[in-house]
């Protein structure tokens, strides 16, 4: 056997290396109300008063994704989060992210303590998986038991 024979023939298998970001990500992206309701699967004890309500939570948080942070907002409250993360796996449809950090929001006081719960469950202080898929210039997210998804638009890309 000659040497580079050998040497293939004990080389480790390479592991798949994913990259630090994915260009499809970049930018900033709105939350689609019409989309998002289009689809939703109601339970069949929910009221008009309690639909109505939680649609109006939708429609209005813009996510702009950076080569390194996700930058969270609702511009009509001045208020913004922002985490870091980092891309763990990539298809043809859809990207998987793990974001980091503590929610950090200014004057918690300002805010109904009820949102308040609500932002904690959707950004947790541990590291939190993310499996985004991309539909044309949309994506989307799985909520709570993957019932329902929340579609975001794209509305400014980044290079």
């Known amino acids: 056997m000659n040497r580079t024979a050998k040497s293939k023939a004990t080389r480790k298998p390479k592991i798949p290396v994913f990259p630090k970001f994915d260009k499809r990500l970049l930018g900033t992206w709105k939350s689609d109300r019409t989309r998002t309701f289009k689809e939703w699967s109601w339970t069949k004890k929910v009221s008009p008063r309690k639909k109505k309500r939680l649609q109006s939570l939708f429609g209005k948080l813009e996510v702009t994704y950076t080569r390194t942070q996700v930058i969270s907002g609702l511009r009509y409250r001045q208020w ?19 974001r980091f950090g503590k929610l950090h929001i200014k004057n918690p006081g300002n805010y ?20 985004i898929h991309f539909d044309k210039n949309h994506y989307w997210i799985s909520l709570g038991t993957g019932r329902n998804r ?9 290079k």
């Not at 109904?112 to 499996?131: C, G, M, Q, R, V």
Request: a neutral charge; aromatic letters at 14%.
């Open 80 to 98: 913004e989060q922002a985490s870091r993360y980092m891309v763990v796996a990539t298809d043809e449809a859809s990207v998987v992210i793990v």
């Open 112 to 131: 109904d303590p009820e949102n308040l719960k609500w932002a904690e469950t959707f950004f947790p202080p541990k590291a939190y998986i993310s499996h």
């Open 150 to 158: 929340e579609f975001f638009r794209k509305i400014r890309s980044r």
